[in-house]
Structures are given as C-alpha cells and as structure tokens.
C-alpha cells in the first residue's frame, strides 16, 4: 500500500483534529509515495528503534510520541535528533506520529487503557470537541478529548485499585499519592494515560475519587491528595505501551496480509534500584 493511503487509514482511526494545538503530528519524514509493505510500531523514535527499523528494512516507522516536537534550526550530524532523521530519511524510511489525536480520538489510548481495568459507563474526561466518525451503523458524532471516567465493577479501596492497575498493565511498579477517604472503597475512578498533571483539576470537577495516571510530580500530587482524591502514578510509558498492540491488530484488520508488522520490544524506561 501506498505511504499516503496507509495514512489515511490511520487518520480514520485517529483524526488529526483531534490532537491539541501544541502538538505535532502526522507524516514528519520521507515520502508520501512509498510503497510500504513492512511497518515498524513504537511508543518513541529512540536511537535504538530507528537503527532496529533500518535493520529490519521498515518503510515505514509509526510512533505514538513526535520525535520532532519542537522547530529544528538545523538538521546535521550533532544533534541526536537530527541523526535519527538523517539515518531514516538516508534509508527511505517515512516517518508518522500519532500523538494527542490518538490520545483523545474515540476507541483509542483512553479507551484501551479504561476497558483494560474493565470501566464501564465510560465519559471523556476533558472534552475537546465533537467529530463525524463512521462505525457500522454510519456517522455519528461522537465527543472527543483527554481522558476517561467511568466505573469499577466492584467497590475497592486505593490500595485494590493499585494493585489492579498493576496487574493488568503488567507493570514493574506504581506510586500511590493519599487516599479517596482513610479506608473508603470507591467505584467512579478517572483515567488519563500518559503525562496527566494538568488532568487534576478536570478530574476533581468530575467528582472522581481516584485519578489514574503518569508522570504526577511531588506537588501535584499532595495538592490533588489535599482535595481528598486520590492518584495513582502508572507511568507515562506504563499506561501508553497499550499502543504497540492497538495498532498492531489495527493495521491487521484494516490491511491485512498484504502488510509485514514489527513492533518494539516492551521495555520500561526507569529503572529502581
């Protein structure tokens, strides 16, 4: 398939409306025209996935965080940027990222990680706006933004909760910031993968008890534990690894047989000793 027709799926998937103003996404290298037939899947565009993607001889690369993110003054062999371009564009890889518009779009990051703890009753946490998407039924319009709130199956106290999330995301380790009440088992919870600090105050205006989320610093987190929720620090990898996967059996439905998919090794960033 062609580079820009395979976009277009993506971008059924994940609108580019839909991501925030600051972001940047989409094609942000190579060429709209190649023909891809092997595509290499990975949350960053680090050192090590691009020489994997050359090595395995991707067309093309797709990433959920933007490796060009802020304006480049210049593209040489200096800047550690500028050599991951450098290398995929030497090697006819083109290169897309799907950011906040996967984030936010309907049935994508926020969604996953929700159904992953079996929420139901599902609302976006900080809506953005209102898209046309088409399902089986036809167009609808359906309301997109940041984040989800919805229910547990069960009452749980914060430590239960915790736990659950760190089963079910399989994740090495997770820090909890105070309690919902001392003692108290909560059902309505609120889930924001990724860097979620600026989803506090949307999640304390939802009525939710415990926030689910990455990258919650010192401050954030006692503040939100003062107003008497709850926050539990997955990781911005933690919670956002889901879209290896996702997109995998995406682009399996949508292309087929037709499409050779590798992904990234999972692989958590920190390290505690």
């Known amino acids: 398939m062609q580079c820009d027709k395979l976009i277009e799926k993506l971008e059924q998937l994940a609108p580019p409306v839909c991501a925030c103003d600051w972001d940047n996404v989409g094609l942000l290298a190579g060429r709209s025209d190649k023909e891809v037939k092997k595509v290499f899947i990975a949350l960053d565009a680090t050192d090590e996935v691009v020489e994997n993607a050359v090595r395995w001889g991707a067309d093309l690369l797709i990433t959920h965080h933007p490796l060009i993110f802020k ?56 809506k953005e706006g209102v898209m046309l998407k088409e399902t089986t039924e036809g167009s609808r319009e359906m309301v997109y933004g940041i984040g989800k709130t919805g229910y547990l199956k069960e009452e749980m106290t914060v430590k239960e909760i915790a736990v659950l999330v760190k089963e079910r995301f399989h994740l090495p380790f997770v820090t909890v910031y105070g309690e919902a009440a001392p003692g108290a088992a909560v059902r309505f919870v609120g889930i924001s993968p990724g860097s979620g600090g600026s989803m506090i105050k949307p999640a304390l205006a939802a009525g939710v008890k415990v926030f689910i989320t990455g990258d919650i610093g010192h401050h954030n987190g006692i503040d939100a534990a003062a ?17 290896l996967d996702f997109l995998e059996v995406y682009l399996e439905k949508e292309v087929g047989e037709d499409l050779e998919i590798c992904k990234a090794e999972v692989e958590f960033p920190e390290t505690f000793i």
């Open 71 to 126: 304006p480049l003054n210049r593209i040489n062999d200096k800047d550690f940027i500028s050599r991951r371009i450098i290398s995929l564009i030497r090697n006819d890889i083109s290169y897309y990222a799907m950011h906040t518009n996967f984030d936010a779009a309907p049935g994508c990051m926020a969604d996953a990680a929700a159904q992953k703890l079996g929420l139901t009753d599902l609302n976006v946490l900080d």
């Open 227 to 243: 107003n008497h929720m709850a926050v539990i620090d997955a990781g911005h990898y933690g919670l956002e690894y889901l879209f």
